[in-house]
């Protein structure tokens, strides 16, 4: 009975509302007197932790349990004991346990507040408008020591702030509203809302945040109290609110967490529960002896006894008001009633209660003093194991939270390689192997668990030997190719490049091996090394090899060529220097004395004797010098003659481009350097007399000596150029009767290539050809037919 009057008399009546308010830590360490030694009055990092003075400092606490930042007003008279005089940033943990301090920034402005965001980081806000942000938890500045500003130097400064999870608004001293909508940005893009239109003899009592989220507009509103009124200001205008409530003069302010209500004190010592759009009153109540205080928490115990007709309700209560108990002592009292009940209540499901029991024994642990983190269940229902999970190993509370981990079954991988990586950060002058042995008791509690970021974080930190060797132990379970994505490039960074080759390899993915390729090529052009160590790391992989093949023919042709060279393969080489020079002779320039034609045939010379130190290439050997040879003379031509017809023609045709033009000389030259036959000299010239129509020259041709080839060139020549007369002196000249007659038929010359088909045995065949040839002749076809039957008369008898 003593204890149920304890619990009793911890709740005051508000209204119609029973509330309570819980001391959850004391006395914080950092109000117990200061000791006496000077070695014990410092803290982590040097932070005076006796006597601190809230009233003094600028204070921020961070939301669901996070922890304290602070740091000393300076626009305060204070009088210092045994700390030092320059100002320092300090954090506690939510019990007062000091976690981390560093010295204030010199020769800034003068600090107007502190906040944390969402994200936990710290921000503070100096009063000219400028943005300081600092990384935890060593409350070192982030990124860099130069503030950002908000505002315009002409703003007159901070009059007033209001941070929420992600965001500030500032009320300038000119009156002016500006927000920044992500104060962790880079760049913040801060904005001025609407003008509030507040008079010079006004002065703005107290400001409030309605956030985006949960505005139509998206974008924050802002509430002004001044004088007997309220506003709301935000991008489109200003608007009047609750001036028909008469709530008067309003000195502080509070948005509810759903942004729906709102909280107000009033000059007159009434609090005010109002909606956020002022359409009523809620609640009011007259604050006599009460503290206004924004974190109040409501509980309420009913009456357990009346439980007769509805045992699982009684059950549930039981189990919720162990919920938002922090008293373990009352959690377990209420827990045994509530198995009490269970017992009588099959239909009750069991699996509340073991939730409950999970959900309190972790936050327990959390609420622990020397933990310091004092969540609610409904905040750490809304933060969610994971989250919170992170937030203990960002306090370096790796035991804890991998406790948590497997107690709720929760992927632990997270929690380890945080701590390896504080581990490592923590142990500069510890040996590589004695490190890697404790690391890797560690890591292996964790299956799968992959090394890529740990070892990261080790060359990072400079430790590359510690790198490598973890890189080393790399399960083979974790070989996926998220890992391998991450592993490649920490491989590059710490120059293991043949096993960052060989790992991308294995993945089969393209683009990896060529990015190992692509960074291994240009650390070879930036520390100008030769290429042959990269050459044979990948002449060793034929995937790597056969890639870097495929993209240096498009774009690498010399790196190729040294590829080749230098692994042997002499003919592909060749091959390339061919492929090069055929590149150059399409270009327009190529054949026009200009310097390109040097360079083409030098490579057709380099392609020859490449072929020529292989024995399976004679051939191309043979035909790549009698390339260059023919290019060089007919470069000569083409330079004698300023005639750019020559070159990238054939012998043949350059022969008869040179008779054709009159130069018979060149013509021999060309036809001694290349050993022409005699046979196909004669029907060159012949044929390039006959194409200039100089039948006086190719008839004088064929009285030189009996032609290698006989007469035929001759015919076929002047026949092709119309020219019946002149191909009327050769034809008789034809030994063969069926050469003869053909030629006549050609001509239309029946009769003579009848009496030339007569002579041949077997004519059957040949009269049929030249009847054919001349159908649109009836009478030649009729010569060939009595001829023919004449001539079958006779082979009869």
């Known amino acids: 009975m003593s204890s149920s009057v304890s619990v009793a008399a911890e709740w005051d009546l508000l209204s119609d509302r029973f509330y309570r308010r819980l001391t959850l830590y004391s006395p914080l360490p950092w109000s117990a007197p200061a000791p006496t030694s000077t070695a014990s009055s410092s803290g982590v990092g040097g932070a005076v932790i006796g006597r601190l003075d809230l009233s003094t400092h600028i204070v921020a606490a961070a939301p669901f349990g996070g922890p304290i930042a602070a740091v000393r007003d300076d626009s305060k008279i204070v009088q210092l004991h045994s700390e030092p005089s320059r100002r320092r940033l300090l954090l506690f943990s939510s019990s007062g346990h000091p976690i981390a301090s560093a010295p204030w920034p010199p020769m800034l402005p003068r600090l107007h507040s502190l906040a944390f965001s969402s994200s936990l980081s710290l921000v503070g806000l100096l009063s000219d408008g400028s943005l300081l942000r ?88 802002v509430l002004l109290a001044v004088g007997d009124r309220v506003i709301a200001v935000d991008e489109d205008g200003v608007q009047l609110l609750g001036e028909e409530l008469e709530i008067g003069p309003v000195q502080k302010m509070a948005v509810s967490p759903n942004g729906k209500l709102l909280a107000a004190f009033a000059h007159d010592g009434r609090l005010l529960v109002i909606p956020t759009d002022f359409s009523r009153i809620i609640f009011e109540y007259e604050c006599d002896k009460w503290d206004i205080n924004n974190n109040l928490h409501l509980q309420a115990y009913d009456n357990y006894q009346l439980i007769s007709s509805s045992l699982p309700e009684a059950i549930e209560a039981c189990i919720d008001a162990a919920g938002h108990e922090f008293d373990a002592s009352r959690q377990r009292a209420l827990l045994r009633a509530a198995t009490y009940g269970l017992a009588f209540c099959s239909r009750f499901p069991h699996e509340r209660f073991q939730e409950m029991c999970k959900m309190l024994r972790v936050l327990n642990a959390v609420r622990d003093p020397g933990i310091g983190m004092p969540l609610t269940i409904q905040q750490y229902k809304l933060l969610t194991a994971p989250v919170l999970i992170g937030r203990l190993i960002n306090a370096n509370q790796h ?14 991988e997270v929690v380890i390689m945080h701590w390896a990586c504080e581990k490592i950060t923590a142990s500069p002058t510890l040996p590589d192997t004695v490190l890697l042995e404790g690391l890797l008791d560690k890591l292996r509690l964790c299956k799968g668990i992959s090394y890529a970021a740990v070892a990261a974080h080790a060359d990072n930190c400079g430790r590359r030997r510690l790198a490598a060797m973890l890189v080393d132990h790399e399960s083979q379970s974790s070989k996926q190719a998220s890992f391998t994505f991450v592993l490649i490039p920490l491989l590059l960074s710490i120059d293991e490049q043949e096993k960052a080759l060989s790992k991308a390899i294995e993945s089969g993915d393209t683009d990896l091996v060529y990015l190992v390729l692509f960074h291994i090529w240009q650390k070879v052009a930036i520390e100008k090394k030769a290429h042959l160590d990269f050459f044979g790391v990948i002449n060793a992989r034929p995937v790597a090899r056969d890639l870097f093949m495929a993209y240096a023919r498009h774009s690498e042709h010399e790196a190729l060529k040294d590829f080749f060279l230098s692994t042997g393969r002499l003919q592909d080489a060749a091959f390339l220097l061919l492929k090069e020079s055929r590149e150059l002779e399409k270009n327009p320039m190529a054949s026009k004395g200009s310097p390109l034609h040097g360079p083409q045939v030098r490579l057709i010379e380099q392609a020859h004797r490449l072929f020529a130190e292989t024995k399976e290439h004679v051939f191309e050997s043979k035909a790549s010098e009698e390339h260059a040879k023919l290019l060089r003379s007919q470069h000569e031509l083409e330079v004698s003659t300023k005639q750019a017809i020559f070159v990238g023609s054939s012998v043949s045709d350059t022969i008869k481009t040179c008779i054709a033009m009159g130069n018979e000389r060149a013509a021999l030259k060309v036809k001694s350097e290349f050993k022409v036959p005699d046979k196909r000299w004669y029907w060159l010239k012949t044929c390039a007399l006959a194409t200039v129509g100089n039948w006086d020259a190719l008839e004088k041709f064929s009285k030189e000596k009996r032609p290698p080839g006989g007469y035929k060139p001759f015919v076929e020549a002047c026949i092709d150029a119309g020219q019946k007369t002149e191909a009327l002196k050769y034809i008789p000249k034809l030994p063969d009767p069926r050469e003869r007659s053909e030629a006549y038929a050609r001509m239309g010359m029946a009769k003579e290539a009848a009496e030339a088909a007569s002579q041949v045995k077997d004519s059957d065949e040949l009269f049929g050809r030249l009847k054919t040839t001349l159908a649109q002749n009836s009478a030649a076809a009729s010569i060939f037919d009595t001829l023919r039957d004449r001539l079958s008369f006779q082979g009869a008898y």
């Open 134 to 221: 600092f990384r935890l938890p060593d409350l070192q500045p982030s990124p860099s020591s130069s503030p950002v500003p908000l505002l315009p130097p002409a703003s007159g400064g901070v009059a007033d702030a209001v941070f929420w999870g992600g965001g500030v608004a500032i009320l300038t001293e000119d009156n002016r509203v500006v927000v920044a909508t992500d104060i962790e940005a880079a760049d913040p893009h801060p904005r001025d809302l609407a003008d509030p239109g507040v008079g010079d003899e006004e002065h703005v009592l107290c400001m409030a945040v309605v956030e985006p989220q949960f505005v139509m507009s998206g974008s924050p509103e």
């Open 399 to 412: 035991l804890l939270a991998l406790r948590i981990s497997e107690y709720l079954n929760l992927n632990s």
